[in-house]
């Protein structure tokens, strides 16, 4: 017999997030400067008549799989892992959910460095949330999204891209502290200006490993630090001043990583303040600044990405370029004058199809809310 008073069946978008500025800051307890975006993955999530078998459909991928919810483990790679670990850490956190069939279609460009993953993991905690009534908050529902990712999918994402998803606000960007988890969402005012996305079409496969080197390195500085300031946990507590007073102390390469999350995270500050203060071209300043130590620094930018943004820094009516995301490929987001976005995308894309003999894909974004119900029923 079904239980009427049960939801049955529900319907969730979660978006992508571009980010203005603040890459490689979340995981130094940091700051970041994000939204959502109008591009999203939505669920169709509903009960099965199974006590403990999910069913899991990626419909763009046309590929599907089933597992059982009392024993199942991470598996080599696969979008399947995104989804085990998820149920996987709401479990741990105490969740009790039945079997459920749930489908999956977005139109998140993968490896676009808009965080896809980030949006599949939100939409599944979300809606497994309601669902079942498993009574968790957004807080812990991000986290889980988060933990998905280190404890399944083995990278060790900060929480940018998790809390962007879940907590966007429409025309907002929103200043988080990574360590706090304080954050003020910001109206995003650009006047005559407009972003715009311009996707590589790369992908280098370098993302993942290196991604986990750059957060041990950081780790490694902190450890370097600690000896001379032992009250200081983490990058986020370093001026930059002090940093240089240890310049010596330290191998060249791990002082380069640090001086980029100790910069990056000063700049999240001031670009907040010019942005408030509508000082845009101070912006554009800070973001390429940004790409710059993202590129010599951190090391994490690629030749298709420094060409993109190489090509906007002699045009008066572009403020700011740089990449945006993990790095090795995705996009670049850019500061633009609306009225000169047109010829320069098509200026643009002819260039890079000589330089790289790739196509170009441009995004024009709105800021939206973000996770959020479109649809739940108690029928079947
Ligand atoms: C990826 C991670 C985020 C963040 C960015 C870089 O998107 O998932 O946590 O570290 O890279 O800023």
Same mark, same amino acid.
């Given at each position: 017999m079904k239980d009427n008073h049960k939801k049955q069946s529900i319907i969730i978008q979660s978006p992508a997030r571009i980010n203005i500025i603040g890459e490689h800051t979340d995981y130094n307890d940091g700051f970041v400067l994000p939204a959502a975006i109008d591009k999203n993955m939505v669920i169709r999530l509903k009960r099965n008549e199974t006590p403990h078998i999910a069913k899991v459909t990626a419909t763009n991928l046309n590929e599907s799989f089933t597992f059982d919810l009392k024993s199942f483990s991470r598996i080599n790679?696969?979008?399947?892992n995104y989804i085990m670990g998820v149920v996987h850490e709401l479990q741990k956190l105490g969740g009790k959910m039945s079997g459920f069939d749930a489908e999956f279609e977005g139109n998140i460009p993968i490896?676009?460095?808009?965080s896809s993953s980030a949006a599949l993991e939100c939409s599944l905690a979300y809606s497994l949330n309601v669902l079942f009534e498993l009574g968790f908050n957004k807080a812990q529902l991000i986290k889980a999204s988060q933990l998905a990712e280190h404890n399944f999918v083995g990278i060790k994402c900060g929480i940018m891209d998790q809390f962007a998803s879940m907590m966007g606000k429409k025309d907002r960007v929103m200043l988080l502290d990574?360590?706090?988890?304080a954050y003020s969402y910001y109206p995003l005012e650009l006047g005559d200006y407009q972003l715009l996305l311009l996707n590589s079409n790369v992908s280098h496969t370098l993302a993942s490993s290196e991604y986990n080197t750059r957060r041990a390195e950081c780790e490694e500085g902190v450890g370097f630090l600690k000896k001379v300031?032992? @009250?200081?946990?983490?990058?986020?507590?370093?001026s930059p001043e002090q940093l240089v007073s240890l #310049?010596?102390?330290?191998p060249e390469q791990i002082f380069r990583r640090c001086r980029h999350v100790v910069s990056e995270n000063q700049r999240v500050l001031a670009a907040t303040k010019a942005l408030s203060e509508g000082k845009l071209d101070i912006l554009g300043q800070l973001i390429y600044q940004s790409h710059f130590s993202l590129q010599?620094?951190? @090391?994490?930018?690629c030749p298709e990405l420094d060409y993109l943004v190489q090509q906007t820094q002699? #045009?008066?009516?572009?403020?700011g370029s740089r990449m945006m995301g993990g790095g090795f490929g995705g996009c670049t987001i850019n500061i633009i004058k609306k009225s000169r976005t047109k010829e320069f995308v098509a200026k643009i894309s002819e260039a890079y199809q000589q330089q790289f003999g790739i196509d170009l894909t441009p995004y024009n974004i709105s800021i939206e809310d973000g996770t959020g119900e479109i649809f739940s029923t108690n029928k079947n």
């Amino acid at each position: 017999m079904k239980d009427n008073h049960k939801k049955q069946s529900i319907i969730i978008q979660s978006p992508a997030r571009i980010n203005i500025i603040g890459e490689h800051t979340d995981y130094n307890d940091g700051f970041v400067l994000p939204a959502a975006i109008d591009k999203n993955m939505v669920i169709r999530l509903k009960r099965n008549e199974t006590p403990h078998i999910a069913k899991v459909t990626a419909t763009n991928l046309n590929e599907s799989f089933t597992f059982d919810l009392k024993s199942f483990s991470r598996i080599n790679a696969g979008w399947q892992n995104y989804i085990m670990g998820v149920v996987h850490e709401l479990q741990k956190l105490g969740g009790k959910m039945s079997g459920f069939d749930a489908e999956f279609e977005g139109n998140i460009p993968i490896g676009g460095g808009m965080s896809s993953s980030a949006a599949l993991e939100c939409s599944l905690a979300y809606s497994l949330n309601v669902l079942f009534e498993l009574g968790f908050n957004k807080a812990q529902l991000i986290k889980a999204s988060q933990l998905a990712e280190h404890n399944f999918v083995g990278i060790k994402c900060g929480i940018m891209d998790q809390f962007a998803s879940m907590m966007g606000k429409k025309d907002r960007v929103m200043l988080l502290d990574c360590r706090s988890l304080a954050y003020s969402y910001y109206p995003l005012e650009l006047g005559d200006y407009q972003l715009l996305l311009l996707n590589s079409n790369v992908s280098h496969t370098l993302a993942s490993s290196e991604y986990n080197t750059r957060r041990a390195e950081c780790e490694e500085g902190v450890g370097f630090l600690k000896k001379v300031f032992p @009250e200081m946990t983490n990058l986020r507590d370093v001026s930059p001043e002090q940093l240089v007073s240890l #310049k010596e102390k330290m191998p060249e390469q791990i002082f380069r990583r640090c001086r980029h999350v100790v910069s990056e995270n000063q700049r999240v500050l001031a670009a907040t303040k010019a942005l408030s203060e509508g000082k845009l071209d101070i912006l554009g300043q800070l973001i390429y600044q940004s790409h710059f130590s993202l590129q010599t620094d951190y @090391e994490v930018s690629c030749p298709e990405l420094d060409y993109l943004v190489q090509q906007t820094q002699d #045009k008066d009516y572009i403020l700011g370029s740089r990449m945006m995301g993990g790095g090795f490929g995705g996009c670049t987001i850019n500061i633009i004058k609306k009225s000169r976005t047109k010829e320069f995308v098509a200026k643009i894309s002819e260039a890079y199809q000589q330089q790289f003999g790739i196509d170009l894909t441009p995004y024009n974004i709105s800021i939206e809310d973000g996770t959020g119900e479109i649809f739940s029923t108690n029928k079947n």
